[in-house]
């Protein structure tokens, strides 16, 4: 049955609902809608410039009509009468073909016709930081392996719990949260669910991690690299395909648990890997993640190479058990709705055309990848290489769409420029007497 907003409204006690997009960069846009509006916003759309955000529109463009999705509604734990709503994008009548929910309800839209769900789960890994954002929050994480460090994690037991009992509270099922590699960095794991749903959580747990930091005083970020000689925060997306109740890669009998069409699922994520980096790992900064020198602990935790292996985190895709494999490429920094609209697309590509990934490779790419097969392909190196292959990407053109490729690689182009126009005091010092 459809969800009437404004009688949630009256029972839920609620009296003002964000109605929420998230752009091409990722970030989320909002207005602020009373109570006593819903009714025709529900129906028309919150009005919004497109040009006002990162899409890839111009001042003269009309307004684009974010229509929420009440099935999405979230009541702010730590606000109450405060609803979220996530909403598609729509300009003169039509989804803004760009826009990322859409993108990934045309790929998901794709596979049901085909009778096929693709379900995800999302491991989003973060730093809580001083205020400022000059450094992590706790003077006293100081060791060189601070990973599931007790007496840290509980340090900042408040904001966690906190954040925890909001995923029980809203039924995500949230089963456990550690300290991560680096020292102020934190994952909170819950369950997985469809794609779409997944997207949407992941865009609400942004936002609510950040909300709840502040609450506490701190600062937290999902930035891939904030500290040169730190774990960068990875995403980590579990996959698994569905029909109806079966999941279709599972397979009891094979070694690793995996059916053939996990194999050619696995196999088109693989062969797309290069041009679906700059979706997946979308910042200049991501790259000081997958191309790091060894961190503080020892280990980066991020692939720069396209492997994959049984249950073995050094592969950009790890099997750690049957009916489903975890991509480690992508970053904190990853659009919720781009990230698995491309796993989806690439995945489906895979199956389409049988590709064939290979054997699992069971070596330690940190330090045996020199064993790794002579063409083994690495991942591109920055920013500029990756927009690159996803602008020639025949894939994600046909499958995301031209509109989208051509507006996200020139947006992102853009970014790169400015980047590129800094003058760093690292250049100054190696240059100067040059």
């Not at 954002?133 to 007790?150: E, L």
Request: glycine letters at 8%; a negative charge; hydrophobic letters at 40%.
């Amino acid at each position: 049955m459809a969800v009437d907003l404004a009688v949630e409204a009256r029972e839920r006690g609620i009296k003002y609902f964000l109605i929420s997009y998230v752009d091409l960069f990722g970030t989320l846009r909002a207005k602020l809608a009373p109570a006593a509006a819903i009714g025709d916003m529900a129906k028309d759309g919150a009005g919004f410039a497109g040009f006002a955000s990162w899409l890839d529109m111009t001042p003269a463009d009309p307004d684009v009509l974010a229509i929420p999705d009440p099935a999405t509604l979230i009541q702010l734990p730590w606000k109450p009468e405060v609803g979220w709503l996530a909403a598609d994008p729509y300009m003169n009548g039509k989804p803004v073909a760009h826009a990322p929910r859409n993108i990934l309800k045309k790929v998901s839209e794709k596979a049901a016709q085909a009778g096929l769900t693709m379900k995800t789960g999302v491991e989003c890994e973060f730093f809580l930081l001083t205020p400022d954002g000059s450094g992590i929050s706790d003077a006293t994480d100081t060791q060189a392996k601070p990973c599931y460090d007790q007496a840290a994690l509980m340090r900042r037991y408040d904001v966690i719990s906190e954040i925890c009992d909001a995923m029980l509270d809203l039924g995500w099922q949230p089963y456990q949260n550690d300290h991560e590699d680096a020292n102020g960095q934190f994952e909170m794991n819950w369950n997985f669910a469809d794609a779409m749903v997944t997207a949407d959580r992941m865009a609400f747990f942004k936002y609510m991690v950040k909300a709840i930091a502040e609450k506490h005083g701190l600062r937290a970020t999902f930035m891939p690299k904030p500290f040169a000689n730190l774990t960068g925060s990875g995403c980590h997306v579990h996959v698994s395909l569905w029909q109806g109740d079966r999941n279709l890669f599972e397979d009891g009998n094979d070694g690793i648990g995996l059916s053939k069409v996990a194999y050619n699922f696995i196999g088109g994520v693989m062969n797309a890997a290069g041009e679906m980096c700059a979706i997946t790992n979308p910042t200049v900064n991501s790259y000081k993640r997958i191309n790091a020198p060894v961190t503080l602990s020892g280990a980066t935790w991020s692939p720069n190479t396209v492997t994959f292996a049984g249950n073995n985190r050094t592969h950009m895709i790890r099997v750690p058990g049957s009916g489903r494999f975890e991509f480690r490429l992508a970053d904190g920094a990853a659009n919720p709705y781009l990230l698995p609209a491309a796993i989806l697309a690439a995945g489906l590509d895979g199956i389409a055309r049988g590709i064939d990934p290979g054997k699992p490779l069971d070596i330690n790419m940190y330090s045996e990848g020199h064993k790794a097969p002579a063409d083994t392909k690495k991942l591109p190196l920055n920013l500029l290489d990756a927009l690159r292959l996803t602008a020639k990407s025949d894939l994600l053109r046909r499958e995301l769409g031209d509109e989208f490729v051509d507006s996200y690689v020139k947006l992102k182009i853009r970014d790169w420029d400015d980047y590129a126009r800094q003058l760093t005091p690292w250049e100054r010092a190696t240059t100067l007497d040059c």
